[in-house]
């Protein structure tokens, strides 16, 4: 169930930017890293939040599902209000190291209000060189992993540090989206957009983060993302050596 | 970040059945009532979680974003683990009207281990006829006229009665996913789900629910659809001259 605010809604709560906000979209990204934030951003009456794309063709998930995306990095505006980085896995890894999308989110970052990420699209802001001497955060399995790209990892579930917001793994991104709507309107909004998503989170389980869950469960989980780690890393020293010694 | 579980997460937690998990899109549906359970879903390996529509065409949702179905109903296996309903509002009255749709859910829904829905989609479980004489749950805005279907609504976040599991307004769907995936495989295996999903809620408002929320902003998140509510009022008296007064 999904309103745009009514004009009573938006007037008595101080009008709004006629701006946009920009969600990537790159193969195999995480839905939910997604539509989490969209969910929050869509409510902005007057802001439109476009998901944008290398090309307009489906972009399919990590978990196969095709979502079309609205706009093109070339066709995407200039001087985004958000822009907004989902992750992944195998498709976040070609995403670090693909030019077009580190050059649309070099040239959209630095313009934008604010430079966002759900779980380890903050990897992708960091290839990009958004976060060097920033804080941030990400999945809680590679989030130590930033501190390659010369941010500073912090262990908390949404990181705000100048303009930069980045959010912890996966579901962090209902979290991270109801602050960046906070921060776009104030308080008072954003709890109209908490209460008509009825974000009020009751799980019944408690192990959503490594010091919540069992020894046994964290180290399984660990295990799984090994490969992914290793990556990361070579991802990290391959772009330090270029650094290094840049191409003549 | 998503991970199918591994072989040694899987026999340590009891092995899995070869079943299938299905979401329904329909046009308007929202996406986040979709993505939070299915984000849930996804991790049982060897299960197969499944986007099914009425064509294989892309369905848009009630924020203008295409998603492309997996299967189509008739494609669609018989014996459904799970099958789960979003909500939406405008499209989410056109679906309980559609006898397509309908039928569909009656026929797959009386064969499903677990009927679910997310927020407004309980309305359409209650259309179809599968909550009559269940305890259940919608989004706050709408909850109580589950009763003109039959149903008895409870306020509460994830409502099970017997095999029904419904969900509360939007955010819920990752609570009744997660409910959903504890039912099916235990907690200790939803825990795994929790901890890969990172699933510890930590938003910095408070203002989820309506007891929770200012009066001022319930009052006009409540205005915004009172088109909506009538509407499903007129849905519901239409179903019941129907059924009195049955086709000859």
Chains 1, 2 share one sequence.
Not at 117 to 130: D, E, N, P, Q, R
Not at 164 to 191: H, K, M, P
Request: proline share 5%.
């Amino acid at each position: 169930m999904t309103h745009q605010m009514d004009s009573e809604f938006i007037e008595r709560f101080g009008g709004y930017q006629d701006g946009q906000l920009a969600i990537v979209l790159y193969p195999e990204f995480t839905a939910l890293d997604v539509f989490g934030p969209h969910h929050m951003f869509i409510n902005l009456m007057g802001e439109r939040t476009l998901l944008v794309a290398k090309t307009r063709e489906p972009v399919i998930s990590d978990t196969g599902v095709y979502v079309t995306p609205q706009l093109t990095f070339e066709e995407c505006p200039e001087g985004l209000l958000v822009i907004c980085v989902p992750g992944g896995t195998n498709g976040t890894l070609r995403a670090m190291q693909d030019q077009a999308t580190l050059d649309f989110l070099r040239v959209r970052g630095e313009q934008a209000r604010w430079v966002t990420s759900v779980c380890t699209g903050s990897l992708v802001l960091a290839a990009a060189g958004l976060l060097e001497g920033y804080q941030a955060t990400s999945h809680w399995v590679v989030r130590d992993l930033l501190s390659e790209f010369g941010a500073q990892p912090v262990n908390q579930r949404v990181v705000v540090d100048r303009n930069r917001i980045t959010g912890a793994g996966v579901t962090a991104g209902l979290d991270c989206g109801l602050e960046i709507v906070a921060r776009l309107r104030g308080n008072t909004y954003a709890e109209g957009v908490q209460l008509l998503s009825e974000y009020d989170p009751q799980p019944t389980l408690n192990a959503g983060t490594p010091e919540k869950s069992s020894p046994e469960t964290v180290r399984m989980m660990r295990a799984m993302f090994d490969g992914f780690v290793e990556n990361v890393k070579q991802v990290s020293a391959a772009r330090l050596s270029a650094k290094a010694a840049p191409a003549e």
